[in-house]
């Protein structure tokens, strides 16, 4: 049996010490971080998210400016959003919730997200940081799986890691940070010809391809370390809807060393370094006030 990568319960762990961090703080600053999520129209996971989200920053102490727009706002409108709270001194995080309705194209609003305030790590600066190993801000959700599989002390260096998926959001990001930890890495999307050959050869496998049991039990190799990214909202047998991920968990569990579930796993990871880099983005703007 396989061990379980518990993502709830360190995420619980990172926002006690977040918001002890937090409360000491907000003394000498004068005020709690903040942070700006928006919301176009409808979407199953981004919904989750902004939920989970929300209850979170309360949890810790950080204000949310949640804001949900109606999916016919225009290009325009948002970008007038995003430079009023570029320009709000109480806001130190802005997020832009992916994807966008089809009439809105992404790219250009995410260069108008100030650099400071990106706490997704999407704007080409962030993401030139990335690529060459400097600090600053990092996607939330390959900057949680890399927490995860450090308090689990598994080892990273000089494994055979397989990403599928190459989105900004998570694939890309997640392979430059299995990269800067000195695996071998190699990356998956939809016109791989052969994805089982490469999954089986993976010892660290991450799987973020929005596609529920993409990877089956044939596709992984005994002893891996296996990380469900996928959130995939479905019909169960019941008629019931529940939330999957790309991992067919009950065939692949038994035969690795590590997995991660879904729920329980990612998500809440995600929500953490969200949160974390909200605090460090705030501690970046707040510095003066401390000394
Ligand atoms: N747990 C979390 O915190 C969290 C955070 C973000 C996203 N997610 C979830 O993770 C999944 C991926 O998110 P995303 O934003 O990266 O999605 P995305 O932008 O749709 O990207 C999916 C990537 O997977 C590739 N892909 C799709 N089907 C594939 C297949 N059959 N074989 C190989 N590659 C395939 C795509 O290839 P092409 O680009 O070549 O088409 C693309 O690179 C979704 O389920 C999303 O809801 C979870
Ligand atoms: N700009 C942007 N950044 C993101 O990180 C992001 C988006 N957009 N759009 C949607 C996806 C999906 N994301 C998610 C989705 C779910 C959880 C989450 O908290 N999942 C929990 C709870 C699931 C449930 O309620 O059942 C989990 O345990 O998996 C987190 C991030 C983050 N994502
Ligand atoms: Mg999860």
Same mark, same amino acid.
């Given at each position: 049996?396989?061990?379980?990568?518990?993502?709830?319960?360190?995420?619980?762990?990172?926002?006690?010490?977040?918001?002890?961090?937090?409360?000491?703080?907000?003394?000498?600053?004068?005020?709690?971080?903040?942070?700006?999520?928006?919301?176009?129209?409808?979407?199953?996971?981004?919904?989750?998210?902004?939920?989970?989200?929300? +209850?979170?920053?309360?949890?810790?102490?950080?204000?949310?400016?949640?804001?949900?727009?109606?999916?016919?706002?225009?290009?325009?409108?948002?970008?007038?959003?995003?430079?009023?709270?570029?320009?709000?001194?109480?806001?130190?995080?802005?997020?832009?919730?992916?994807?966008?309705?089809?009439?809105?194209?992404?790219?250009?609003?995410?260069?108008?997200?100030?650099?400071?305030?990106?706490?997704?790590?999407?704007?080409?600066?962030?993401?030139?940081?990335?690529?060459?190993? /400097?600090?600053?801000?990092?996607?939330?959700?390959?900057?949680?799986?890399?927490?995860?599989?450090?308090?689990?002390?598994? /080892?990273?260096?000089?494994?055979?890691?397989?990403?599928?998926?190459?989105?900004?959001?998570?694939?890309?990001?997640?392979?430059?940070?299995?990269?800067?930890?000195?695996?071998?890495?190699?990356?998956?999307?939809?016109?791989?010809?052969?994805?089982?050959?490469?999954?089986?050869?993976?010892?660290?496998?991450?799987?973020?391809?929005?596609?529920?049991?993409?990877?089956?039990?044939?596709?992984?190799?005994?002893?891996?370390?296996?990380?469900?990214?996928?959130?995939?909202?479905?019909?169960?047998?019941?008629? +019931?809807?529940?939330?999957?991920?790309?991992?067919?968990?009950?065939?692949?569990?038994?035969?690795?060393?590590?997995?991660?579930?879904?729920?329980?796993?990612?998500?809440?990871?995600?929500?953490?370094?969200?949160?974390?880099?909200?605090?460090?983005?705030?501690?970046? +703007?707040?510095?003066?006030?401390?000394?």
């Amino acid at each position: 049996m396989a061990n379980v990568l518990d993502g709830k319960a360190l995420a619980q762990k990172i926002r006690t010490q977040l918001q002890q961090e937090i409360q000491s703080l907000q003394v000498k600053v004068g005020r709690p971080p903040g942070l700006a999520v928006l919301m176009v129209g409808e979407n199953p996971a981004s919904a989750v998210y902004v939920r989970n989200k929300e +209850r979170a920053c309360e949890q810790v102490g950080i204000v949310s400016f949640g804001s949900h727009f109606p999916a016919n706002i225009s290009q325009a409108e948002l970008t007038e959003v995003i430079h009023s709270l570029n320009n709000n001194p109480t806001v130190d995080g802005i997020l832009l919730q992916l994807p966008l309705p089809p009439h809105l194209n992404a790219i250009p609003l995410l260069y108008e997200i100030s650099p400071d305030k990106d706490v997704d790590g999407l704007h080409p600066a962030n993401m030139g940081r990335l690529v060459r190993g /400097e600090a600053g801000l990092r996607s939330c959700t390959p900057a949680g799986v890399m927490q995860l599989l450090r308090e689990y002390n598994i /080892e990273v260096a000089g494994k055979d890691a397989v990403v599928v998926g190459a989105s900004i959001l998570v694939g890309k990001p997640m392979a430059l940070m299995l990269l800067e930890a000195e695996s071998t890495v190699s990356i998956a999307h939809i016109k791989t010809r052969d994805l089982a050959k490469l999954t089986c050869d993976a010892e660290i496998l991450v799987v973020a391809a929005g596609y529920p049991k993409l990877i089956t039990p044939q596709m992984v190799k005994p002893g891996a370390v296996v990380v469900d990214v996928g959130i995939n909202r479905i019909t169960d047998y019941e008629g +019931r809807s529940v939330i999957v991920g790309d991992v067919d968990f009950a065939g692949v569990e038994p035969l690795v060393d590590y997995i991660s579930p879904v729920p329980g796993g990612v998500g809440p990871m995600t929500v953490a370094m969200l949160l974390q880099n909200t605090l460090w983005s705030y501690k970046q +703007r707040v510095q003066y006030s401390l000394q």
